[in-house]
């Protein structure tokens, strides 16, 4: 199959006409009395009508039938997806699982909506402020389904397989090393070859953004120019009585509606809320050529912003292949307690602070306050490493969901999943201690 073609930018305006119907979009206004080609004009609004213009995000969506066609929605069994953070005691232990297990197909198919498991997470969506971070196991597709949150923006992040996920506003082929975001109210339907994993974290608060650069300057880390976003495609696919089902997620629950024509009949579009991916070999780091460790915001691909400045609901962080040249320098990370939560996950190889134990597909979770740093292999090792420029973290991608919000796990997260790894806190027992009262600078 030809590679999907994309529209390039991040938060642009964008317009997209399927090509089977030319001049589909109106010209120069969004709802003439009749649309081109008997579309029915449809606003998905990202922001507050009254956003400041900076903040403002929503879509004029061209469709041959309009998203309200549908039977009433009922409410749908998924036991693994809960923002009861309340179901379990809270657990400020150091937290490791293991790859959590993928569903073989002879037993038991799953597909992506089915496969969400809640991991940890905080706040409510009723509120709109808070996250959740899941993870999913799946091993079919999903047919005749879509399904959207009301709740917040998921970004997607694949481990294993690849996701071909086709959005109201077009098709994405999501590769691994790739991640994308669907937002708020954006329906979705995921394709897969066979067995998939990956992680997804929602943000209730608000959009995820590219973090401000300061002193960096105009280029660097995630260029905007990377962000793709599909064009648009149409199908006018009928599925009598009621044969497509709609999901959605609302209030941390989900429901089904029916109704007789595929969801994925925009024929044009143009706005600038909208769904992306990211391929996260374009990102460019940046990092001390001098001496000293720096922090991991140094390598954040975007930012979900709370109201408190420079304070993120969540950060997505990546720790890709880099040089290390720093002299005189413990180079892999610090020790350290954070007033923010760490979830971290790995998309490939291992992760420099823990060669062993921290595998792709499985996740590490230090909570608020929570000590951790690398473990005692890492600790001797680079403590007498020899100081020449390094290539580090070739072909291994990890990643961290950083949150200012203090994160409950689910019953599942702890126990049910079957992941957890109990000997984690084992890593740090044989540091020693290599303190010498008799020390004398050289
Ligand atoms: O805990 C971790 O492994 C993530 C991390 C990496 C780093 O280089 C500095 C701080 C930090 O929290
Ligand atoms: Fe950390």
């Not at 549908?70 to 749908?76: G, K």
């Not at 693994?80 to 005691?89: A, E, F, M, P, V």
């Not at 691909?301 to 320098?329: E, H, M, Y």
């Not at 890593?427 to 290599?434: A, D, G, R, T, V």
Request: proline content about 8%.
């Amino acid at each position: 199959m030809a590679p999907l073609r994309y529209l390039s930018g991040f938060g642009s305006e964008f317009a997209s006409e399927d090509p089977r119907c030319p001049g589909s979009l109106p010209k120069g206004q969004n709802t003439p009395q009749k649309c081109p080609y008997g579309l029915y004009a449809e606003q998905l609004s990202g922001s507050a009508f009254t956003a400041p213009r900076t903040h403002n995000r929503r879509t004029w969506l061209y469709r041959i039938l309009p998203s309200a066609v549908h039977t009433p929605f009922s409410p749908m069994e998924q036991p693994y997806l809960t923002h009861n953070w309340k179901s379990s005691d809270p657990n400020p232990n150091q937290m490791r699982w293991h790859p959590f297990s993928i569903p073989h197909i002879n037993k038991e198919k799953v597909d992506w909506v089915q496969g969400l498991h809640t991991i940890c997470g905080a706040g409510d969506p009723c509120a709109r402020h808070g996250i959740s971070v899941y993870a999913y196991m799946c091993n079919t597709s999903m047919v005749d389904t879509c399904m959207y949150t009301a709740d917040g923006d998921f970004l997607i992040v694949p481990e294993k397989g690849t996701l071909h996920i086709t959005t109201e506003f077009g098709k994405m082929d999501v590769f691994n090393n790739e991640i994308c975001v669907i937002q708020q109210g954006m329906r979705f339907s995921v394709e897969v070859d066979g067995e998939s994993r990956g992680y997804v974290l929602e943000v209730f608060d608000g959009h995820f953004e590219l973090p401000c650069l300061g002193p960096i300057g105009a280029n660097g880390l995630a260029n905007p120019r990377d962000f793709l976003t599909p064009v648009a495609w149409y199908e006018d696919r009928r599925v009598p009585h009621g044969g497509y089902t709609v999901i959605s997620k609302y209030q941390g629950k989900l429901f089904q509606a029916h109704q007789d024509q595929s969801p994925f009949n925009v024929v044009a579009w143009h706005g600038n809320y909208v769904p992306y991916k990211y391929n996260l070999e374009n990102f460019v780091v940046v990092n001390s050529v001098s001496f000293d460790h720096m922090d991991p915001s140094i390598f954040t691909v975007l930012t979900c912003q709370s109201v408190k400045p420079g304070v993120a609901i969540a950060d997505f962080v990546i720790f890709p292949p880099r040089w290390s040249v720093q002299t005189n320098t413990f180079r892999p990370p610090y020790y350290h307690r954070n007033c923010m939560s760490e979830f971290m996950g790995l998309i490939k190889g291992s992760y420099e602070a823990k060669e062993e134990g921290f595998r792709p597909g499985g996740a590490t979770l230090h909570s608020m306050m929570t000590p951790h740093g690398p473990d005692a292999v890492c600790f001797e090792g680079a403590s007498n490493a020899e100081l020449k420029p390094q290539r580090i973290a070739e072909g291994t991608m990890a990643f961290m969901f950083e949150s200012s919000l203090s994160m409950a796990l689910t019953e599942w997260g702890q126990k049910t999943c079957e992941c957890v790894d109990a000997e984690y806190y084992k890593c740090w027992l044989p540091l020693k201690s290599h303190f010498n009262p008799d020390w004398k600078p050289e």
